[in-house]
């Protein structure tokens, strides 16, 4: 069972240049999220999806668009990368809310901005 | 969700008990106690949650007080891989709870 993949797991970017994080798992779940770790800090929000179609914004969503098309996969997106996106993208997904709300994280996605 | 305080750091010795401290003074009736871990740029994972009952599992045992105002995470016997940082979060289950706030946590270094 592979649970939470992210892929690319390592990218380095130019300024202004725009890329893709994939997240698929394979758990069935129906909540997953984006959280962006930056060195020294806990895990912040970007975007979560509460199922197929539909996303909502988190604690730091400026700069960032996700899409959920399909209930295993969601995709994060940089329009035009800033060097103040530079950092650990984790992937998260979860049963729903009325489930014990435990998230299992994929490996993180290394990102750099030049 | 309500607040967690840690401490930043915290040493034990390996194969010794590791309790680690979170303050959850403003935690409201619903809300729910979780522990995660994240060893060395891996993702987080999970280790135990609980309400007001403590609690134990294969990784570790949960202790949360009377008043529901602090909680501590006992690992009964740390090795070397425990060393990591813990994140304790206060979080409501249900519909409408859809994410967890984490903090800093504490990084405990299992010493040899």
């Known amino acids: 069972n592979a649970g939470v993949t992210q892929t690319p797991k390592f990218r380095v970017l130019k300024t202004g240049q725009s890329m893709t994080l994939l997240c698929a798992q394979d758990m069935n779940h129906e909540y997953m999220y984006w959280y962006r770790q930056d060195p020294g800090m806990g895990l912040r929000l970007i975007h979560y999806?509460?199922?197929?179609?539909?996303?909502a914004k988190g604690e730091v969503p400026d700069g960032y668009n996700v899409s959920r098309l399909k209930k295993q996969n969601f995709l994060l997106g940089l329009e035009s990368a800033a060097p103040s996106q530079t950092s650990v993208y984790f992937c998260?997904?979860?049963?729903?809310?009325?489930?014990?709300?435990?998230?299992?994280f994929g490996e993180g996605s290394r990102l750099t901005v030049l | 969700d309500a607040k967690t305080t840690q401490p930043p750091s915290m040493d034990c010795a390996e194969g010794r008990a590791a309790n680690l401290p979170c303050n959850h003074s403003?935690?409201?009736?619903?809300?729910?106690v979780y522990w995660y871990r994240q060893i060395h740029s891996q993702g987080p994972q999970y280790i135990i949650h609980?309400?007001?009952n403590n609690e134990t599992n294969e990784m570790a045992s949960l202790i949360i007080t009377e008043d529901r105002k602090s909680s501590t995470l006992i690992l009964p016997h740390a090795t070397l891989r425990d060393t990591a940082v813990y994140y304790c979060?206060?979080?409501?289950?249900?519909?409408?709870?859809?994410?967890?706030?984490f903090g800093k946590g504490t990084k405990l270094s299992v010493i040899p």
């Open positions: 999806s509460v199922g197929e179609g539909t996303t």
């Open positions: 403003t935690i409201s009736g619903n809300e729910y």
């Open positions: 609980g309400l007001k």
């Open positions: 998260a997904s979860s049963n729903s809310g009325r489930s014990t709300g435990e998230l299992f």
């Open positions: 979060i206060v979080r409501v289950i249900g519909a409408g709870s859809y994410q967890l706030t």
